[in-house]
Nanobody, 115 residues
Framework: QVQLVESGGDLVQPGGSLRLSCAASGFTFSRYVMSWYRQAPGKERELVAT???????NYADSVKGRFSISRDNAKNTLYLQMTSLKPEDTAVYYC?????????WGQGTQVTVSS
């Protein structure tokens, strides 16, 4: 079955950087659009970034110029490089894929930006 496992979340100071990873299995990773979402306490889950099989990317306005989504199809892994982190980036970050079997989410990884 489809599995998405995120890692890399941590507590970081404002202005710091983190790289999140999402290990994918159970489907042909290279053929699908992959996305990162996040959900802050008391808020709805929101789309952060998307990458197509060919590498085309799209970002939420709130993270443009600070975050970078990438993929390694040989490793079946999705990444999110986050720089210039702000307290408002604090959230649980989720990996997402819509495949032939439907919507799949990872368990999430916590990112906390605080001094």
């Amino acid at each position: 079955q489809v599995q998405l496992v995120e890692s890399g979340g941590d507590l970081v100071q404002p202005g710091g950087s983190l790289r999140l990873s999402c290990a994918a299995s159970g489907f042909t990773f290279s053929r699908y659009v992959m996305s990162w979402y996040r959900q802050a306490p008391g808020k709805e889950r929101e789309l952060v970034a998307t990458i197509t099989p060919g590498g085309r990317t799209n970002y939420a306005d709130s993270v443009k110029g600070r975050f970078s989504i990438s993929r390694d199809n040989a490793k079946n892994t999705l990444y999110l490089q986050m720089t210039s982190l702000k307290p408002e980036d604090t959230a649980v970050y989720y990996c997402y894929a819509r495949t032939l079997v439907g919507d799949s989410w990872g368990q999430g990884t916590q990112v906390t930006v605080s001094s």
